[in-house]
C-alpha cells in the first residue's frame, strides 16, 4: 500500500488542483453554500477516517442535550438505503449507518438521529417536523460545502498532524491544509495523557492558529469494562478473547490492552467492514470477543455472536473543557 503510494505522487498536484479550486468557487461564492438562521454545528477532518469524531459527536450530546432539542445529521456511510431517514426502533445499523445507529442506540429519545446524503435536504426534512430541533450537530461534514454551518470543529490526531500530510492519493487529506482555516476550533485527538506543556506549544506552533481560532488537545479513555447485551465485565479478568476491530485506526485500542497484558488476538479489518456470512459464522466458534462500539452495532444483529460479543466503551476528555465548552454554548445562545 505504502508502495502503491508513492507510485501515485504524480497524481497529487491533479488533486491538489481541483480540490483548491473547488474550494475557491465556494469562497468566492461562484458555488453557493446555505446558511440557516439556527446553529449548527459540524465536527469533521481533513483527513480520511480516524480522528475520532464519533466520539466528539457523543461529547456534544452530552454538552447540550439537557438544555436544547438535539440532532445529528449524518451521511450514514454504508448504509443500505438512500436520501433521508429517521431513526426510529425499526432502523438497524444496516439501513441506518454505524455511527448514526451507535447514537441512536445511546441516546434514544434524548435526541433525534437523521441520515441523508444530501446535507441541505436532511436539514429541510428535521426542521419541518412537528418538533424541530434547535441545534443540529453535522457528523463528518467538513468537506461538504453546500451547508455553511454556524461552528466548525476540525479534527487532527496527534500522531498525523494535518499539516505534516500530503493530499491523496500520497497522503491522507482530503484537501489542502489551508481548508483548516473554516475551523472555528481545532483539536489535536488521540494524544497521551501526559501531554506536556512543551509538545502542546509544538504543534500550536505546526498548526498556527488564525486569531479567530482556538487549539485544544483530547485524550480517549477507554472504560475499565466491556459490555454485552447481557452483561458487564472487568477488562483485567477477561480470560484469552478475541478483538475484532473494523476501524480506521485501531493501535490506540491495542496498546491499552497490552498494557493490561492481556492475552488476546486481534483480527484487524478495514474501517466500516461489512462482515460475510463466513466471517460472522467463524466469528461464533470464538469464546469470547472483545470489539469497538462502533463494531459491536454491526455485530450484535447476529444471534450467534449475542452471548459472547462485548465492547469497550470509550470516552473524550478535553483539556480546558471548561473554554471549549463556553465557545461552544456561547455559539448557541447567539
Known sequence: MKL???ILFPIVPIYYAVTSVRNKLYDLGIKTSKSYNFPIICVGNLSVGGTGKTPMIEYLIYLLK???KLATLSRGYGRNTKGFLLASENVSAASLGDEPFQFYNKFK?????AVDENRNHGIQCLKQLEEPPQVILLDDAFQHRKVKAGFNILLTTYNN???HDFVLPTGNLREPQDGAKRANIIIATK???HLTEHDKNEIIKDINPKNYQQVFFSTIEYSNHVISCIDTKKIDDLPRF???TGIANSQPLVNFLNEKHLNFDHLNFKDHHEFSAQEVNDLSKKELIVTTEKDFMRLNQYASLRETLYYIPITVSITDAKKMNSLIKDFVKS
Open 109 to 113: 429519545d434524548d435526541i433525534l438521529v
Open 161 to 163: 498532524i494535518y499539516t
Open 191 to 193: 494524544c497521551p495523557k
Open 66 to 68: 439537557a438544555d436544547y
Open 242 to 244: 478475541t478483538l475484532v
Open 4 to 6: 502503491l503510494r508513492k
